[in-house]
């Protein structure tokens, strides 16, 4: 389960934050965790005693209200807060600081920050963050590229080429987020984002050639810290199965569920000869173009059924051609004479 300590909370916001320690920092190894996450229990915010955030902020209202508050009165107000679970309280605005919640903050060991910056603004850096470090994960095997500005992952079985490919696509200018192990986080409902454990950072591990430092070979613009995840390209080796079985139009665009997102999923058989790098770039603006609204399968079959409803149109005979007779039984619902059966009608009424 993901969590993060007060200590690293401050340490990771403390310059942009201007956050500076008042009391508890004893207690600055307390944790914030994904679990603490329900109902009832939000991250951070105001001061709320009826839904408490694991991070209570007191703003200007909040410091206002508890000064107007009688000694007996904020006790009451401080002694329902402090029986909440609470992992810090921050005082922003540059209120000025109330001593009865300092003494209580020591008293229950509970880390006391203040903060210049609004309230506001505050809590926005926070539930960002907090997103971000706290978010659900999971790690896959794969390469993680930044192609034509698309997260890509690269998937398949081992000793498919999938590095070399990420060596050839990165030469071309596009940028490696991670190799052989991806951490995916869904840090929104529909949005997972990749990066790469730090072991692992700026190196690709290429058979033959060994271990690459992607970031001194290319250079900076090589590598990427993180990027979200849009397309999912898989690798398979292309038996006789595997290209039976394979969607050539791709009607049906293919899925990838990944902690509940469903990922668009592209799958392209390995074969000798097959320039990867090529299909993969094609891959991802074809993708681009369906985003716009734009599916080449889609035309297609369209332009096919226009052509074969022209083809049944011409083969139709035209109204003109029809015999009178004919149009008329068929207005009456009676059926046509033959050719030959009209003539002599025809001879019978009109004889010379």
Known sequence: MPSISVRQLYLDNAKKLDLAWVVGASKAGNDISHSDQHPTLALVGHVNLIHPNRIQVFGQAEVQYLDTLSL???????????????????????????????????????????????????????????????????TLHGVFLDVLEIGVLITGESALGKSELALDLISRGHGLVADDAVDLYRIGPETLEARCPDMLKDFLEVRGLGILNVRSVFGETAVRPRKQLKLIIHLVKATDQTM??????????????????????VTIPVAAGRNLAVLVETAVRNYILQLRGIDSTRDFIERQTRFLREQEQEQDPPAEDIPWSGVVGAELGLTPLPPETTQEHSHATHPH
């Not at 401080?78 to 810090?88: G, K, N, R, V």
């Not at 039976?244 to 999923?265: C, F, H, M, P, Y």
């Open 72 to 138: 007996e009165s904020a006790r009451i107000m401080l002694d329902q807060l402090f029986s909440l679970s609470m992992s810090a309280v921050i005082v922003a605005n540059d209120e000025s600081m109330p001593q009865l919640l300092r003494t209580y903050c020591a008293q229950r060991n509970v880390p006391l920050m203040t903060s210049p910056q609004t309230s506001p603004y505050l809590m926005d850096v926070l539930r960002l963050y907090l997103a971000r470090v706290l978010a659900a994960s999971v």
């Open 244 to 265: 039976r079985e394979l969607d050539r139009l791709n009607i049906q665009s293919e899925t990838q569920a990944i902690l509940g997102v469903a990922i668009r999923k």
